[in-house]
Structure formats: C-alpha cells, structure tokens
C-alpha cells in the first residue's frame, strides 16, 4: 500500500484545513486507517483513526470536538477535517494503514506540514 498525503499549509488558529490521504497499491483490502502527528521536537503521536466501515472512530483528547475523520472507499482516500485550529496544532501530519490487523507499524504516508500561527 502506498499513501500520499495532502492538504496541509499555513493558516491563522481558529481556521479550518482538511487533509486527504490517496492509497494505491493493495486498495482491495479493507483496513483501518489513521492519523498521526509529530511537532517539532516530540515523539509522533495518534490523533485519529477510521475503521474500513466507518462505525468504529477514535480521537486523542486534543482533538476531540475539532477534528473529524472520514473516509470514502470508492475513491481509496481518507480525510482529516481539522476546524478551530490551534498553534499547538502545528506538526507534520502523517497518515498510516493498517493493512495487516496488527496496528499502524509498516504503511505510513510521506507527511504533509501543518503550521498554525496564532
């Protein structure tokens, strides 16, 4: 599986960015798909994940109540709606696919910048 993450950019804290990540390769299997972040400085970290359905959806604290992940299977992509950003929010985002049932360890997309000016 291949992911190609987009989306990211430069916006004011209280704006909105949505993130889109494109998988290719072994799109015929369904599997889970997640967000991470990493900020400068800090280990990587969750911040939401998607089952292939949709019915099952997790969210880090931090972002609860502002970000919303979605996924459209037809098109292979899965999406992070990020609103009322926050400068804490500035990292690089990466997707990742759970393609084996065994957590996010071996498919992970290239990253794409998100930065937050408060």
């Known amino acids: 599986v291949q992911l190609q993450a987009s989306g990211g950019g430069l916006v004011q804290a209280g704006n909105s960015l949505r993130l889109s990540c494109a998988a290719s390769?072994?799109?015929?299997?369904?599997?889970?798909m997640g967000w991470f972040r990493q900020a400068p400085g800090k280990e990587r970290e969750f911040v939401a994940a998607?089952?292939?359905?949709?019915?099952?959806?997790n969210y880090a604290d931090s972002v609860k109540g502002r970000f919303t992940i979605s996924r459209d299977n037809a098109k292979n992509t899965v999406y992070l709606q990020m609103n009322s950003l926050k400068p804490e929010d500035t990292a690089v985002y990466y997707c990742?696919?759970?393609?084996?049932?065994?957590?996010?360890?071996?498919?992970w997309g290239q990253g794409t910048q998100v930065t937050v000016s408060s």
């Open positions: 998607i089952s292939w359905t949709g019915g099952r959806i």
């Open positions: 390769g072994r799109t015929s299997s369904s599997y889970r």
């Open positions: 990742a696919a759970d393609v084996d049932g065994l957590g996010f360890n071996s498919y």
